[in-house]
Nanobody, 122 residues
């Protein structure tokens, strides 16, 4: 099991940047894939970005590709989400999740953080 705590959210103007952090504890973190998700009011939670255990493989939702970058520092048990060129539609609660296994080539997200609010003003 991995415990996750997100931080770095806040209020930013459109076009600005934020960097979210996902601090992890638990002995399985360095072998876990990590994903970022977000949920806006009245909407379902959506996938944003993925990084594999080594940091060498990443993937992004089309809505954030080219603007957001996921990375990880296994020495410090932290995953980051650098968000640039933010838009009002990026406003949501952002969550990180960890997966120790896969099913049909998709990560099984076992552990979740509590979320951090990102608000982008126009």
């Amino acid at each position: 099991q991995v415990q996750l705590v997100e931080s770095g959210g806040g209020l930013v103007q459109a076009g600005g940047s934020l960097r979210l952090s996902c601090a992890a504890s638990g002995r399985h973190f360095s072998s876990s894939a990590v994903g970022w998700f977000r949920q806006a009011p009245g909407k379902e939670r959506e996938f944003i970005a993925y990084v594999n255990w080594s940091g060498r493989r990443t993937s992004y939702a089309d809505s954030v590709k080219g603007r957001f970058t996921i990375s990880r520092d296994n020495a410090n048990n932290t995953v980051y989400l650098q968000m640039n060129s933010l838009k009002p539609e990026d406003t949501a609660v952002y969550y990180c999740a960890a997966a120790q296994g896969y099913y049909s080539s998709s990560p099984v997200w076992d552990d979740w953080g509590q979320g951090t609010q990102v608000t982008v003003s126009s």
